[in-house]
């Protein structure tokens, strides 16, 4: 199966900056078959990036994801105090679709 | 506005068998994959599998000797069957619907724990 490495773990910033996460798949992920989900406690997570770059329905454009392959980010561009939560990528180019072990956005 | 609603037991004893149905109202089942995934408690996502409307399966091979997902469409629900439950079936567990055309998620339930113990 694809294990999906993001990094880093945790990461510390202050609303208004800019959120980079990184997230790398141990083998190539086909048609860029890549999804970034939120979620904050006690919630079911929420879409908001798939096919590594496009956004879901009512995302705000300031989430943006890209890549290709083996090397994928989403960004942030600029951190509104919602934004601080746990992020998840997740492959389903090859079943079975696994997500990585997540990334947690927290305020600085 | 379509939503998910998980219900089933919350507490489930050893080696007996875990057993959730999805209903999905404010819109139809068919025409989409539906799936399972879970989290054990401070952890990651696990995806369990998926089923068609139509009633074709993909599961995770690492559960898949012990998992049965099944669909009622006259219902709008689908349902989840895990056996031989253990400590480690511990988790939150997600009804999903797949974004058309590709397997990640749009909606989900709301979410459902599970707690496996005598």
């Known amino acids: 199966e694809i294990v999906l490495t993001q990094s880093p773990g945790t990461l510390s910033l202050s609303p208004g900056e800019r959120a980079t996460l990184s997230c790398r798949p141990s083998q190539s992920v086909s048609s860029n078959y890549l999804a970034w989900y939120q979620q904050k406690p006690g919630q079911a997570p929420r879409l908001l990036i798939y096919g590594a770059s496009s956004r879901a329905t009512g995302i705000p454009d300031r989430f943006s994801g890209s890549g290709s392959g083996t090397d994928f980010t989403l960004t942030v561009s600029r951190l509104e105090p919602e934004d601080f939560a746990v992020y998840y990528c997740q492959q389903y180019g090859i079943s079975p679709y696994t997500f990585g072990q997540g990334t947690k956005l927290e305020i600085k | 506005q379509v939503q998910l609603q998980e219900s089933g037991p919350g507490l489930v004893k050893p080696s007996e068998t875990l057993s959730l149905t999805c209903t999905v109202s404010?819109?139809?089942?068919?025409?989409?994959?539906w799936s399972w995934i879970r989290q054990p408690p401070g952890k990651g996502l696990e995806w369990i599998g998926y089923i068609y409307y139509g009633g074709s399966t993909n599961y995770n091979p690492s559960l898949k000797s012990r998992v049965t997902i099944s669909v009622d469409t006259s219902k709008n629900q689908f349902s989840l069957k895990l056996n031989s439950v253990t400590a480690a079936d511990t988790a939150v567990y997600y009804c999903?619907?797949?974004?058309?055309?590709?397997?990640?998620?749009?909606?989900w339930g709301q979410g459902t724990l599970v707690t496996v113990s005598s």
């Open positions: 999903a619907r797949d974004q058309k055309g590709s397997t990640c998620y749009d909606f």
């Open positions: 404010g819109g139809s089942i068919s025409g989409y994959y």
